[in-house]
């Protein structure tokens, strides 16, 4: 049977036994259908008499955002003062975003300070409406976020999403609370904002020749041979400044310098330092042509920011600073005499005067500015923002210096990156970060110091758009990690599983109104322990009363009699789906190659980082080989410039034909083959012998196979010692950089 038929037949069975909750229901874990979960909830135990709401908003707090989202709650309308249900009422003692809702018997009263703190009540009165329908329970809500930065950020520069795209995206952002929209107007492949001082930035710059098909580790590069590009007009700026600032979000505009310039240099390599003609990247990537520290580009720079100001009228400007190589620099004798005049050391003091000349600029004219944490480099603008963005350490620093920090690391605010195992998955630049790691988030890292707690403002998830042509695949990659990030970054009061409840009745709203929302929360993860002599042992994280089945040899079982967990005696694919009432979890396959190794135990020297631990040690030898196509997830092991130590421990004295290794490349995310790799065998586990050392690792493919062939040799210990790359050389992708270096699965034959 194919797969897909024998799971819809399974759900057919079990749509005769559902039960539809009645809408009205009011859940006791005080599931009012909001998100994100307001601060606190108190029930009374009666319902409204209300079939109808008529709102009445005083000018001073209206706002266009309300007729829009009105709109698709016919049970709500605008109304006049005479006939309003529903009451604004002034509360001046209320923080701005804070805001009291009480719906009574026969009325709905919403205290609040200003008109952030009325947008906010109302959205949460619309959605009780949209998900718990009428009667309306009567019910008591305080509500005020718990961090005042909730942001989420759009490169619009790899690929270009048009104003009424750009807001839809701020009209979910209003319907989650969030309250900046970080625009990343400006990259190396295609500058997107008209600078009426620079006409070139339009006809030159706002245009690349051509796209990468496909992935960046997909060799060789092949390119589609169309011209791609657009930008914004002023007038188009301001539209959706204004639309954003309807709905209170403040949009912080970011022209990314020195680095990512190549787009700028295309126009006017005046700004570069080398006198060459230069193009706007029609790769993804980090390239060494950057912006040269002289005068004509600081006088550049500034009539820029002169023109963004005025556009932008919010407090913040971001200035990118990231990924700044230095090689043009180094390379330049104006840029060495500039660092010994100014006394910088080097070209790390070179970045932080760049910096700091523009910061000084944006910060004479009463803003501030915001830059990814490489700002910390060479030393800090003076009030400078840190957007924290290689895990939590920038940020971490920043804090002790007492500077403000905004939370975005890569470990769980990119959704660019993969939120699914499965395969389908479209294309992404790599990573995993499915939607309960977001949940889960907490953006005040635990080893910061308590009083330095408070620099952190909050965070934000980026979305780079490297891979994401269509405002669809947009909606794919943000809607449903994004409402995850919104109860992350507002609610005290957290739980997973009333979240997910949550999220189906918000799901429903988007796909109706034909939204591209990811669906991740009935997939099954999993975890696969060796043990000792011992068949693997498989075990499910399932969700809370669904039922797991399996597909083996075209034979379907119900596997798991309510157990979460099974032996794997025979090798072979298996495919698990999850299901609960007639929604389904996509399926899972699971190829088992059981090999020696998988009786075994291992133990590392070093561990992954923890931002690809895999599911720890054990997925080196579990059987199952990590994708092809993708790192991250369940079975490669990610080291970030460390290298890959350990030992394997079989359940007796083992005559070897084979250890073989699977690295994964991808040098477009600085994953890079190791350098060298070792075996050892022992019989004791104290005196090794080392049988095969190779520097010879190659691959035209994405996973690079090292099989080590063995004449019968016994051993109980195999120790391997497997070499990171290191530092990344100049020239290559991430130059300066840690390699990482990827590992899955060590086969013992
Ligand atoms: C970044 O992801 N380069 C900030």
């Known amino acids: 049977m194919k797969i897909s038929n024998w799971i819809w037949s399974i759900i057919a069975v079990l749509s005769l036994n559902v039960c539809n909750l009645n809408a009205s229901t009011v859940q006791p874990d005080k599931n009012l259908g909001i998100i994100p979960q307001p601060t606190q909830v108190t029930l009374k135990n009666a319902n409204a008499s209300m079939q109808m709401l008529k709102v009445y908003i005083p000018a001073q707090w209206y706002s266009s955002y309300y007729s829009t989202l009105f709109a698709e709650v016919n049970a709500v309308q605008l109304s006049t003062q005479k006939e309003a249900n529903v009451v604004l009422i002034e509360h001046p003692n209320l923080l701005p975003e804070h805001y009291q809702l009480d719906i009574n018997q026969d009325r709905v009263i919403i205290k609040a300070s200003n008109a952030k703190g009325f947008q906010y009540g109302l959205v949460s009165l619309a959605q009780m409406v949209q998900y718990l329908g009428f009667p309306l329970p009567q019910v008591s809500i305080e509500d005020a976020p718990k961090f005042g930065y909730r942001g989420m950020h759009l490169d619009v520069s790899r690929h270009f999403f048009t104003i009424d795209e750009v807001k839809q995206h701020l009209d979910y952002l209003a319907y989650y609370k969030f ?148 090689v043009a620099w180094k390379n330049s004798a104006f840029c060495q005499e500039l660092i010994k005049r100014e006394n910088l050391g080097n070209e790390e003091g070179l970045q932080s005067y760049f910096i700091r000349r523009v910061a000084a600029y944006i910060q004479s004219k009463g803003r501030e500015i915001i830059g990814w944490d490489e700002i910390l480099e060479g030393g800090l603008a003076q009030g400078a923002v840190v957007m924290s963005w290689r895990g939590v350490d920038g940020g971490l620093e920043a804090a002790a210096q007492n500077h403000d920090v905004i939370m975005t690391p890569n470990s769980h605010c990119y959704f660019d990156y993969y939120q699914s195992e499965a395969p389908g998955e479209p294309i992404s630049i790599g990573g995993f970060i499915p939607i309960e790691k977001v949940y889960d988030w907490d953006p005040i890292p635990s080893e910061l110091a308590v009083e330095k707690r408070k620099y952190i403002l909050g965070g934000q998830a980026n979305l780079w758009t490297e891979y994401i042509k269509t405002y669809s695949h947009v909606q794919y990659m943000s809607y449903a990690r994004g409402m995850a990030l919104s109860e992350t970054l507002w609610s005290s ?52 009363q669904a039922s797991i089945y399996y597909n083996l040899d075209d034979q379907v079982y119900n596997l798991m009699d309510g157990k979460d967990t099974m032996t794997i005696e025979k090798p072979g694919k298996y495919t698990f789906v999850a299901s609960k009432n007639n929604q389904r979890g996509r399926p899972m396959t699971l190829d088992f190659n059981l090999h020696k190794g998988t009786r075994a135990q291992i133990q590392l020297e070093t561990l992954p980082s923890s931002r690809y631990a895999g599911r720890g040690p054990y997925s080196l030898i579990n059987g199952l080989y990590g994708p092809d196509s993708k790192y991250g997830g369940s079975e490669w092991l990610g080291f970030s410039g460390d290298d890959c130590i350990g030992t394997i421990e079989l359940p007796e004295l083992t005559s070897l034909q084979q250890v073989a290794f699977r690295f994964f490349k991808g040098e477009g995310q600085w994953i890079y083959l190791p350098s060298e790799v070792e075996v050892l065998i022992s019989e004791d586990g104290k005196n090794f012998k080392s049988i095969h050392k190779t520097k010879d690792i190659q691959t035209n493919t994405k996973v690079a196979s090292l099989p080590f062939s063995f004449n019968g040799e016994k051993a109980k210990f195999i ?31």
Request: hydrophobic share 35%; charged share 25%.
């Open 493 to 544: 009061d957290k739980d997973y599983r009333r979240f997910l409840n949550k999220f189906e009745q918000h799901y429903n709203h988007w796909k109706k109104k034909g939204a591209n929302v990811a669906f991740h929360i009935y997939d099954l993860k999993y975890h696969v322990q060796t043990k000792m002599g011992m068949p693997v042992q498989l075990y499910f994280d399932a969700p809370e």
């Open 179 to 326: 309250n900046r929209f970080h625009w990343h107007l400006t990259d190396d492949q295609g500058w997107r904002i008209e600078i009426k001082k620079y006409p070139k930035l339009q006809e030159i710059a706002a245009y690349r020749d051509e796209t990468l098909i496909g992935h960046y580790s997909d060799q060789p590069h092949q390119f589609d041979g169309v011209r791609y590009g657009g930008y914004y007009t002023q007038e188009m700026i301001k539209d959706i400044v204004r639309y954003a600032a309807d709905r209170n979000i403040e949009v912080i505009p970011e022209v990314d310098i020195p680095g990512h310039s190549q787009a700028t240099l295309s126009a006017y390599p005046e700004f570069g330092c080398e006198n060459k003609a230069y193009k706007a990247a029609t790769l993804w990537g980090v390239f060494e042509d950057v912006l040269c520290p002289n005068e004509a580009t600081f006088k550049f720079l500034e009539d820029v920011m002169d023109e963004l100001m005025a556009l932008f009228p919010g407090k913040y400007i971001h200035i990118g600073g990231d990924e700044c190589p230095k």
């Open 719 to 749: 120790k391997f010692v497997i070499k990171n790359h290191g530092i990344i050389e100049a020239g290559r992708q991430g130059a300066g950089y840690k390699a990482w270096l990827f590992v899955d699965e060590i086969t013992i034959e």
